[in-house]
């Protein structure tokens, strides 16, 4: 068992029947879990800042070309390259990530190892420049969401999850629920806001693979197509509201943006799909 599982496995085989503890230790996906970097920690990417482009590229914007996009992030993925996770990321190069002010719209470029590029100024006011962030990483478990598409494949149902393992009881005099002490857990290993690469996202209505597999058209849960579709998908990176950087996009919202596997693959970041979820 590899090391970012071994304290999940303990506390999932502790609380749930030895079957159902199984199946949900099976489903862990490493993540890249991202946070402020200190003195001396690997910088593997950061918020806001202005964004390093290539000579030749003009800054993203709307399709009409008259109000730019905001620059949000950078990840360096030869940096990532030294951290387990559960996505095919670039060996090399950088990822940049630009979104308009309300998060409605995106785009991410991926600029290839050894592409010159220099720090452009934001073309209008109406690009908001963050305060820059500098982010260090860590690989930890990250695990479904209890209306993730991914609990059908091992537990039939989402029903029968609920049933198995969020609803399974843990102390009869109490009413205390397997659900309630994997928040603690959860909260208990956290310090700073979520951001993240890879792994399951933290869906604060649903999961960007159900959000993405739905926009592409196959139905919703219970339709084998919608199923199919889902898994194709995965998390690119997940930007939590983050005071530090001036990131608050109003009521609690996170950005998540998803990929399919194989635009992953053949590095076409073209067709991402941008979630914003708020409390």
């Known amino acids: 068992m590899k090391d970012w599982m071994i304290d999940f496995a303990e506390f999932a085989r502790e609380e749930l029947p030895a079957e159902s503890a199984e199946r949900l230790i099976g489903l862990l996906r490493p993540a890249i879990r991202l946070s402020a970097a200190e003195d001396g920690e690997i910088v593997v990417g950061r918020l806001g800042g202005l964004p390093k482009l290539p000579d030749d590229m003009a800054w993203p914007s709307l399709a009409d070309g008259c109000r730019?996009?905001?620059?949000?992030?950078?990840?360096?993925?030869?940096?990532?390259?030294?951290?387990?996770?559960?996505?095919?990321?670039?060996?090399?190069?950088?990822?940049?990530?630009?979104?308009?002010?309300?998060?409605?719209?995106?785009?991410?470029?991926?600029?290839?190892?050894?592409?010159?590029?220099?720090?452009?100024?934001?073309?209008?006011?109406?690009?908001?420049?963050?305060?820059?962030?500098?982010?260090?990483?860590?690989?930890?478990?990250?695990?479904?969401?209890?209306d993730h598409p991914a609990l059908v494949d091992v537990f039939g149902s989402l029903e029968e999850a609920e049933e198995r393992v969020w609803h399974h009881v843990l102390d009869e005099d109490t009413g205390e629920t397997f659900d309630q002490q994997l928040t603690l857990f959860e909260d208990g290993g956290r310090d700073g806001p979520p951001h993240q690469v890879g792994g399951y996202s933290d869906g604060l209505q649903s999961p960007i693979e159900a959000v993405a597999a739905h926009a592409a058209g196959t139905g919703w849960y219970g339709d084998p197509a919608f199923q199919e579709e889902a898994r194709q998908w995965v998390t690119l990176l997940q930007v939590a509201e983050d005071t530090r950087a001036g990131m608050i996009w109003g009521d609690g919202a996170w950005l998540i943006w998803g990929i399919r596997k194989d635009h992953l693959a053949a590095r076409d970041f073209s067709k991402v799909h941008l979630s914003v979820q708020g409390h």
């Open 68 to 146: 730019p996009m905001s620059f949000l992030a950078e990840l360096d993925c030869g940096e990532l390259a030294r951290y387990e996770v559960d996505i095919a990321l670039p060996g090399t190069g950088t990822l940049l990530f630009f979104a308009t002010t309300d998060a409605r719209q995106s785009q991410v470029i991926y600029v290839p190892h050894g592409i010159a590029v220099a720090e452009r100024p934001a073309p209008d006011d109406h690009a908001t420049v963050y305060a820059e962030l500098p982010l260090a990483a860590v690989t930890e478990p990250s695990w479904p969401e209890r």
